[in-house]
């Protein structure tokens, strides 16, 4: 008996979709439709096992609150202050040994050699007047050189605190060493509303002595500036910083109250050569003004 047509291919292709399990593939993707389907292209991958429905939402973040500026207490005032940001600066002349002896070494050697020449001329005229002659330019080339004997010890500055105390320390002297001073000042340090070159920044600290003398310390006596109070942050791996400190000023050898006490705050720079510079290189008067000269107009 002949089967009938159509039956065989029909069972042929039945059979073959059973051995792959195609019935039991196609009934499980029309129960669960949503596992067939997957994710776009571009919009995300598809996590095995699905996500399940009642995960809940990420919370929230909390607003970020914006950071306050710094703010420092200052002790010695006993205020608040909001700290300024520090300006750059530079130093495009660093201090050297010839930067500050260049000038008194020349007028040496041009006194040496008047001193010379002047001996030799007045051996002509006696063995006495040559020996005066001789006597005076030695005389002459030992007080020319006094910039250089007060200034023997080399300054370093590893710290602005130490810039500082060897800035007013180079004028604690019977003659003020302005050059050094004006050596350890950065290239923002040597403009100010006070002077603009060294002759001008020499007539300043001039006339900024005399009224801390005032009238009743001798012009002959020196003045001794004591730093104290020093207050910054640490300048390990800084190139600019900001700090505060006080200048006492007081007559050399006298133990009355101090001519002048002034807080400063002030800004340093690091050098090329590794050494710490002042950006201000002025001498404010305190806010009740110079006690040498509230004395002075009594």
Same mark, same amino acid.
């Given at each position: ?29 029309? /129960?669960?439709? /949503? ?97 005066? &002659? ?10 020319? /050189?006094?910039?250089?004997? &007060? ?12 810039? &500082?105390?060897?800035?007013? /320390? ?129």
């Amino acid at each position: 008996m002949n089967p009938s047509p159509g039956n065989s291919d029909d069972e042929k292709i039945a059979d073959a979709r059973s051995l792959f399990g195609d019935d039991e593939t196609a009934e499980k993707n029309r /129960s669960h439709p /949503s596992r067939r389907q997957g994710a776009p292209l571009g919009e995300g991958y598809e996590i095995e096992g699905g996500v399940p429905d009642d995960e809940p939402a990420p919370p929230p973040r909390a607003p970020i609150a914006p950071k306050r500026p710094a703010v420092s207490r200052d002790r010695a005032e006993g205020k608040v202050v909001e700290e300024q940001p520090i300006e750059e600066s530079s130093v495009d002349d660093v201090w050297s040994r010839w930067g500050e002896w260049g000038p008194t070494l020349l007028r040496l050697a041009l006194i040496a050699a008047i001193t010379m020449v002047l001996t030799y001329f007045a051996f002509g005229i006696g063995i006495g007047t040559a020996f005066l &002659v001789l006597m005076l330019g030695g005389a002459a080339f030992v007080l020319m /050189s006094y910039p250089i004997a &007060v200034t023997l010890e080399r300054p370093v500055r590893m710290t602005p605190e130490q810039a &500082v105390k060897d800035y007013f /320390s180079a004028a604690s002297h019977h003659f003020p060493q302005y050059r050094r001073m004006w050596l350890f000042l950065s290239t923002k340090g040597r403009s100010s509303p006070e002077f603009f070159s060294f002759a001008e920044f020499q007539s300043y600290w001039q006339r900024r002595l005399g009224e801390l003398r005032g009238g009743h310390v001798k012009s002959t006596t020196p003045l001794v500036f004591e730093i104290s109070d020093f207050r910054s942050e640490k300048s390990a791996g800084k190139t600019a910083l900001g700090g505060k400190y006080t200048v006492t000023v007081r007559s050399r050898g006298e133990s009355t109250e101090p001519l002048a006490t002034v807080r400063i705050s002030s800004s340093f720079v690091r050098g090329p050569d590794s050494m710490w510079y002042l950006n201000s290189g002025t001498l404010p008067k305190d806010e009740d003004g110079d006690r040498s000269t509230k004395s002075r107009s009594r």
